[in-house]
């Protein structure tokens, strides 16, 4: 496995502001080390600025992220990208980048500061570059620009890039948003495999079910629920947060909470 020391992920009192606009208030959660949660909530819930926020990208107004006991905001930008790693929604480049090339900057913490001349790869990044290849299944894509890639192979190849920095921390936002079910379920799959202490925002509340160990759940900025799925993706949860009605049940295969929409509430209902 590429990373072995998944790291504890603490969020205290934070709050968010643009302006007059408060995009979080006083969120406080933890993330177990090795788990993956799912972070749920409607459109404009706060769950990007968090995850920014999670990554050291978006230093709070209020509140303090913790690895492992330190604060986040004191570490230098390299150890932090040592420690965390960050999938955003939408990331591309100009450069003439093959995905091999776009998969190796991930190294780029691990190495000097200074530019050397090109070496051979040691021992131990040859392993974790073929773990990563093989992980998200992109070996057939190595060779290829950047540019010619569709957008769920540029999440796949993210997603490599990614896991060569060995975080101890993966935080992904929307990462099944470009692919198609097959590799939906697949990326998933390979998430919750990893070990890796991941959070991940999340719109399916049938993937988060089927994928997640845990989930936290935003509404208009706040936490309003956390835990493990089985405990916090209630019915009364959906209908208080989506204004949907839907009933949740064990799936007769894997039993896990499995989600059966009945149709929209004139109005979310208050727990």
Same mark, same amino acid.
């Given at each position: 496995?590429?990373?072995?020391?998944?790291?504890?992920?603490?969020? !205290?009192?934070?709050?968010?502001? =643009?302006?007059?606009?408060?995009?979080?208030?006083?969120?406080?959660?933890?993330?177990?080390?090795?788990?993956?949660?799912?972070?749920?909530?409607?459109?404009?819930?706060?769950?990007?600025?968090?995850?920014?926020?999670?990554?050291?990208?978006?230093?709070? +107004?209020?509140?303090?992220?913790?690895?492992?006991?330190?604060?986040?905001?004191?570490?230098?930008?390299?150890?932090?990208?040592?420690? %965390?790693?960050?999938? !955003? &929604? +939408?990331?591309?480049? $100009?450069?003439?980048?093959?995905?091999? +090339? =776009?998969?190796?900057?991930?190294?780029?913490? /691990?190495?000097?500061?200074?530019? %050397?001349?090109?070496?051979?790869?040691?021992?131990? !990044? &040859?392993?974790?570059? $073929? !773990?990563?290849?093989?992980?998200?299944?992109?070996?057939?894509?190595?060779?290829?620009?950047?540019?010619?890639?569709?957008?769920?192979?540029? &999440?796949?190849? /993210?997603?490599?890039?990614?896991?060569?920095?060995?975080?101890?921390?993966?935080?992904?936002?929307?990462?099944?948003?470009?692919?198609?079910?097959?590799? &939906?379920?697949?990326?998933?799959?390979?998430?919750?495999?990893?070990?890796?202490?991941?959070?991940? $925002?999340?719109?399916?509340?049938?993937?988060? $079910?089927?994928?997640?160990?845990?989930?936290? %759940?935003?509404?208009?900025?706040?936490?309003?629920? /956390?835990?493990?799925?089985?405990?916090?993706?209630?019915?009364?949860?959906?209908?208080?947060?989506?204004? =949907?009605?839907?009933?949740?049940?064990?799936?007769?295969?894997?039993?896990?909470? /499995?989600?059966?929409?009945?149709?929209?509430?004139?109005?979310?209902?208050?727990?």
């Amino acid at each position: 496995m590429i990373v072995a020391n998944p790291v504890r992920l603490r969020a !205290e009192n934070i709050g968010a502001r =643009v302006g007059d606009a408060t995009l979080l208030t006083e969120v406080t959660l933890g993330f177990a080390p090795g788990r993956t949660t799912g972070l749920l909530g409607p459109n404009g819930a706060g769950k990007t600025t968090l995850l920014r926020t999670l990554a050291g990208l978006r230093r709070p +107004q209020s509140g303090r992220v913790l690895l492992d006991g330190d604060d986040l905001y004191a570490l230098t930008a390299r150890r932090r990208a040592r420690r %965390v790693a960050f999938m !955003e &929604q +939408q990331a591309d480049t $100009a450069l003439p980048l093959t995905a091999r +090339q =776009v998969i190796d900057l991930g190294r780029t913490p /691990h190495r000097g500061r200074w530019p %050397v001349l090109p070496g051979p790869a040691s021992t131990h !990044e &040859q392993s974790v570059l $073929a !773990e990563a290849v093989a992980a998200t299944d992109v070996d057939a894509l190595l060779d290829r620009t950047w540019s010619s890639l569709s957008g769920g192979e540029r &999440q796949r190849v /993210h997603l490599a890039r990614a896991l060569v920095q060995e975080p101890g921390v993966l935080l992904l936002d929307e990462p099944t948003n470009h692919l198609d079910l097959r590799h &939906q379920l697949g990326f998933l799959e390979t998430v919750r495999g990893l070990g890796i202490t991941t959070v991940a $925002a999340l719109h399916d509340l049938e993937l988060a $079910a089927a994928y997640c160990h845990d989930v936290a %759940v935003l509404l208009d900025g706040r936490l309003v629920a /956390h835990g493990p799925v089985a405990e916090v993706l209630t019915s009364a949860t959906i209908a208080h947060v989506y204004g =949907v009605d839907a009933t949740v049940e064990r799936h007769p295969l894997h039993h896990r909470p /499995h989600i059966r929409w009945n149709g929209l509430l004139a109005e979310r209902i208050e727990p």
